[in-house]
């Protein structure tokens, strides 16, 4: 079966915006992730309906949290996961600046992590940033220019009994 590309580009409405009649071509993919137009008219319908904080006893917020819940139930699916482990939030930087400081109530001075010299800032200054703040010692791995990959080879001689997490995309 061929993959119906045009079916799934004409989802998401900001891939057929023109600029003085050139078609737009997004390369920052995830500087600024577009939206399918689904989503855009889901969020559009409850903003116009009124939204809440969840955990409310009126309409407006068991709408929010009804919203919320299936909007996790979405993603669980898509993705593969439960619901509850799901966790949305204002962009991946955030997540992971949050995501490194409940890890990091478990390490202690001496721990090690190892973050790459691949992988975009935001998933390095938050664990370079945990590892200032609690002592302890950042490894780096390296990759090769050439092929642009991970020296994954390289990977078993960072790794030791006080290694706490290996924050890499291979
Ligand atoms: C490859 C890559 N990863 C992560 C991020 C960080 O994403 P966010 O802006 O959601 O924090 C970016 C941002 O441009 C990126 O390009």
């Avoid at 962009?91 to 010299?117: F, H, I, K, P, Y």
Wanted: aromatic share 6%; glycine share 8%.
């Amino acid at each position: 079966m061929q993959f119906p590309i045009e079916d799934v580009r004409a989802q998401f409405p900001a891939l057929s915006t023109t600029d003085s009649g050139v078609q737009r071509i997004y390369f920052d993919a995830p500087g600024g992730t577009q939206i399918c137009g689904a989503a855009i008219d889901r969020i559009s319908e409850h903003l116009k309906k009124g939204t809440a904080n969840d955990g409310g006893v009126f309409q407006s917020s068991r709408d929010t949290q009804e919203l919320v819940e299936a909007a996790h139930a979405a993603m669980a699916d898509l993705l593969g996961g439960h619901p509850d482990e799901i966790a949305f939030g204002a962009n991946m930087t955030t997540l992971t600046l949050s995501l490194s400081r409940a890890l990091a109530q478990e390490w202690d001075a001496g721990d090690e992590l190892v973050v790459t010299r691949l992988d975009h800032d935001a998933n390095i200054a938050p664990w370079l940033l945990v590892a200032r703040d609690k002592g302890m010692t950042v490894r780096w791995l390296d990759f090769d220019p050439a092929p642009g990959r991970l020296e994954l080879d390289a990977l078993p001689q960072l790794l030791g009994t006080k290694t706490r997490l290996v924050a890499g995309r291979p």
